[in-house]
């Protein structure tokens, strides 16, 4: 399996649908018809570190998000709700899909991790706010194709560098986070 470097948007969506299961993510995702859906994260970013590795492209990868934004009902019982859905909809996978309200997730971020969170205005801020800069990617599937949205750009991501969010100031988070992709990718640099 070829990666491609130097990094670019059409790059990484190539070198993310070698992922079987983000194919079929992304091709049912409309369906599914949530506000403002993107998958994203560890699904798309480790396919890469898998290619890179030479690694089968789903290798290691845990579970596959969706984001979605609706801020009509932030409750955890309509969540759950969503969720049940699209566990439902990608249940011939084999796989774990998860979707989680970015509309929600600063009503319980604090009491989880510890840290304040600020309320969220879309999807796309909460893939600002990963732990990790080079992890803040999302695909989303529209009319017109797939879009990207990398808002640190591809280099860093394709170079194995992870290096703290500063939207997203946690430190023993990020360090926690940080080690365990490196317990699974060796190549992959933590930066100060």
Request: charged residues 20%.
């Amino acid at each position: 399996m070829s990666i491609s470097l130097p990094p670019s948007p059409d790059g990484f969506i190539r070198d993310a649908l070698q992922n079987r299961h983000n194919q079929r993510i992304l091709q049912q995702l409309p369906a599914l018809g949530l506000p403002d859906v993107w998958l994203v994260a560890g699904c798309l970013f480790q396919t890469v570190w898998n290619l890179r590795s030479g690694n089968p492209p789903e290798a290691h990868i845990k579970d596959y998000d969706l984001f979605y934004f609706d801020p009509a009902d932030l409750s955890e019982a309509a969540e759950a709700r969503v969720n049940a859905r699209a566990q439902s909809a990608f249940s011939g996978l084999g796989i774990t899909v998860e979707a989680k309200n970015q509309a929600r997730v600063h009503t319980w971020y604090q009491d989880y991790f510890g840290f304040p969170y600020p309320a969220l205005r879309n999807s796309r801020d909460g893939i600002d706010r990963f732990l990790v800069t080079s992890t803040c990617v999302g695909l989303q599937a529209g009319a017109s194709g797939l879009a990207l949205y990398a808002p640190n750009g591809l280099d860093e991501l394709y170079q194995g560098r992870l290096s703290p969010n500063p939207l997203c100031p946690h430190r023993p988070l990020f360090e926690k986070k940080a080690a365990a992709y490196q317990e699974r990718w060796p190549w992959l640099q933590i930066q100060a």
